[in-house]
């Protein structure tokens, strides 16, 4: 990407947002509707939902690590399982979605710690940028429609 800043050197961070990547939405309504069906199934309210997109963005890797889940890839955790985009991005998004639901309370900073521990106040901060962005460019509303609660089913 033109203009993206690796955020550390050990890559474990995502990387920040910067105004040269302003061309089109942050995130794609297809992977929308994903992320929303991963918070109804995981009962998230509306701001923990802004929060799962944003880690998405902010982690943004590639299949297998869309949502910076377990690690470099190959560690074996169980996140890991898939890497084609698809199932990937519903094992990582789920396991993001339950780090979500039993540890943000509220408290980015304290949330960081939990999600990033090695650069816990920049992964919190730059978070906190993509959670603003994704607001103002859907008008603070999630967009898409709200799923029903299901399993998904993987083709």
């Known amino acids: 990407?033109?203009?993206?800043?690796?955020?550390?050197?050990s890559g474990l961070f995502g990387r920040e947002l910067s105004s040269a990547e302003g061309k089109g939405p942050l995130l794609s309504a297809r992977e929308w509707a994903m992320i929303r069906q991963i918070a109804v199934n995981y009962d998230l309210d509306n701001e923990s939902t802004w929060l799962l997109a944003a880690i998405r963005r902010h982690e943004n890797g590639r299949p297998g690590l869309e949502f910076g889940i377990g690690g470099p890839m190959n560690s074996g955790h169980p996140?890991?399982?898939?890497?084609d985009g698809f199932k990937s991005f519903y094992?990582?998004?789920?396991?993001?979605?339950?780090t979500v639901r039993n540890n943000y309370k509220g408290d980015i900073y304290a949330f960081g710690k939990r999600y990033c521990p090695g650069?816990?106040?920049?992964?919190?901060?730059?978070?906190?940028?993509?959670?603003?962005?994704?607001k103002v460019e859907n008008n603070f509303r999630l967009p898409g429609k709200k799923p029903p609660k299901r399993p998904v089913d993987f083709p």
């Open 119 to 134: 650069g816990w106040k920049k992964w919190a901060e730059s978070v906190t940028r993509v959670v603003s962005r994704l």
């Open 1 to 9: 990407m033109a203009g993206a800043v690796v955020a550390s050197a």
């Open 91 to 98: 094992v990582q998004g789920s396991w993001a979605a339950g």
């Open 79 to 83: 996140a890991h399982r898939y890497q």
